[in-house]
């Protein structure tokens, strides 16, 4: 039998990025805010001290910062013929764990999506025709726009201290900037990074062929900065340990450097860490969240009642505690009916890599977020006429930092082993750079989130299963902006270029993104969407679903500056109106 505790007012389910922002907000409101976190905590001088922040061999290859599978995981397949299987060991997408999630080992490549990304429905319908959109192509439109967004969109990139320069001020192309970009109501709060030798040749390259390169958006700090909760950072070392790691110079954004040490000061506001939320309780009707029910670290249960509750966890775990908790109607692909685990999708990249036999690149000079792109291949920026194939991605050199086990490539040719493949790695280490795309991947009607008939948890709960691959959709735009990326790559005049194309069916094995959204989509129709264009549940008004969760589809960029945007859009709503008459939003 569950303990009891005494109600509050919200209680946050996961405490990373939107755990954090949704705790801020509200305390802010007058709320008492209790955030249940499964992990321990964690912060900058305790676990990414710079004495041992840069230890590859601890946080990557043994997964300190990741969700342990030992504990919790998932099984996948890549369509409904095949029985799914556990994935042991994490590698195709990182999830984190503890305070902070993701965001504490995330890049720091911040975006904005595209006007258009937000009716990706009705603008590719009506630009191209029915045909551009089979019918087994299950994207929405998102119920909200870029206009309404921008708001939200440049409190997180003053929070965070973005490092960028605008391509569009109100309506306005600035020089330098994304010129594919939606207008924004001012500058960045920092000034791009300073570039080395890798994305400043391929800035050169993409520009003799008529293309317009600019500054990845960076929450890397270009220089110090002072928040507007007042908290400070320091400028990037560009050390080369963002990715996949805590950053120990309080250079990179993440809850522990923007939000955590104001939030945790207030005294409306309380953490319970090593508390795992197992299900969410409704009252007789079904129609209104109770309380959540969570197991401590040494295995006592609890029932902690809410007026108000937010999953603010990764969109995978959100996803399985709504299928656990019974709460909307689960996906069914053989009938397209149901809403729950709906299209889920991912991203697709690929690279090409070129070898110099006379520059020195000192490619272990880097930073998550440091590097010159393209966009003219995104989203609906090119004609797709007569391409096959919607949606797009961005192109570029982003110099994350070559750290010495991870990366050793090699020329096309090379032997896997041996000594030539030994000399080939010392030959080419510091003379090779990589041009990256980063593409879109639209949702299908047979990718999709259930959970598992077979496999359990240790509290004896299903597992959630993916169901997933690639679609011809994805591979012929892939293909397209591998071509191009090849033809910036050859524009630098190199000694040779290799050709990384991604061929063949999702693979859990290699590393790719962790960007993974859908499953929770947000929408106008409950008969299609889980939540509405506030993220709040359709069946449990006070019950939000906050996260990547809620993206119908996923564009061309990585989803964080999205994923935060929208936790500052339902915010607002929640606190405008919801606490003033609760109910239904829309």
Not at 249 to 262: D, E, F, M, R, W
Request: with cysteine.
């Amino acid at each position: 039998m569950a303990e009891r505790l005494p109600p509050v007012d919200a209680v946050l389910v996961g405490f990373g990025w939107t755990g954090a922002i949704l705790g801020q907000e509200l305390t802010d409101a007058g709320l008492n805010v209790l955030a249940l976190e499964r992990g321990t905590w964690r912060d900058t001088p305790t676990d990414f001290a710079p004495t041992f922040a840069q230890d590859e061999l601890r946080y990557y290859w043994r997964h300190e910062l990741f969700q342990p599978p030992a504990h919790e995981t998932l099984t996948v397949r890549n369509n409904v013929s095949q029985t799914a299987l556990p994935m042991r060991r994490l590698g195709s997408f990182l999830p984190g764990i503890n305070v902070g999630g993701a965001g504490v080992h995330w890049n720091g490549q911040t975006w904005r999506f595209l006007p258009t990304d937000f009716v990706a429905r009705s603008h590719n319908l009506q630009r191209y025709g029915k045909s551009a959109v089979p019918a087994d192509m299950t994207i929405q439109d998102w119920g909200v726009t870029y206009d309404e967004l921008e708001p939200h969109y440049d409190r997180f990139e003053y929070l965070c201290g973005i490092s960028g320069r605008a391509g569009n001020l109100r309506g306005t192309i600035q020089a330098g900037g994304n010129p594919f970009e939606g207008p924004r109501q001012r500058e960045y709060p920092n000034p791009p990074m300073a570039m080395t030798l890798p994305p400043t040749l391929f800035a050169q390259a993409a520009a003799s062929l008529g293309h317009k390169p600019f500054p990845q958006p960076s929450a890397n700090m270009s220089r110090p900065y002072t928040n507007p909760l007042g908290v400070q950072l320091g400028p990037c070392t560009y050390c080369g340990f963002c990715e996949k790691f805590g950053c120990g110079n309080y250079a990179k954004a993440s809850a522990q450097t923007t939000i955590l040490p104001v939030l945790m000061r207030k005294p409306n506001f309380t953490l319970r860490t090593q508390s795992e939320v197992t299900r969410i309780n409704l009252d007789a009707s079904g129609q209104r969240a109770v309380s959540v029910t969570y197991v401590d670290a040494a295995g006592r249960e609890y029932e902690q009642p809410a007026e108000l509750i937010l999953l603010t966890a990764y969109i995978l775990h959100n996803v399985r505690l709504l299928l656990l908790s019974r709460i909307g109607k689960p996906y069914d692909p053989a009938t397209g009916e149901g809403v729950v685990g709906r299209n889920y999708a991912y991203q697709i990249t690929s690279s090409v890599n070129a070898f110099f036999d006379d520059k020195l690149l000192n490619p272990f000079i880097g930073a998550g977020a440091h590097g010159m792109l393209i966009d003219e291949f995104n989203g609906d920026n090119f004609d797709h006429s007569g391409l096959g194939f919607i949606g797009g991605g961005f192109i570029g050199t982003v110099q994350t930092g070559a750290r010495p086990i991870e990366t050793h490539p090699v020329p096309a040719g090379t032997p896997k082993w041996g000594g030539e493949w030994k000399r080939a790695v010392a030959r080419s280490y510091l003379r090779s750079m990589t041009v990256s795309t980063h593409g879109a991947v639209m949702s299908h009607r047979g990718n999709y989130l259930d959970l598992d008939p077979t496999y359990r948890d240790v509290y004896g709960r299903p597992l959630m299963r993916m169901t997933f691959d690639f679609t011809d959709n994805e591979h012929r735009m892939s293909d397209y902006l591998t071509q191009r990326a090849a033809e910036i790559a050859q524009a630098m005049k190199p000694a040779s270029i290799k050709v990384n194309a991604r061929k063949g069916s999702w693979d859990v094995v290699p590393y790719q993104t962790t960007h993974n959204t859908g499953g929770a989509i947000m929408g106008t129709d409950p008969a299609t969407s889980a939540v509405n264009r506030y993220l709040q549940s359709w069946d449990v008004p006070n019950l939000f679903v906050i996260g990547a969760s809620a993206f119908p589809q996923n564009p061309g960029y990585n989803p964080t500056g999205t994923v935060a945007a929208l936790a500052y859009w339902a915010a607002d709503a929640i606190r405008a109106r919801y606490l003033k008459a609760p109910g239904p939003l829309a």
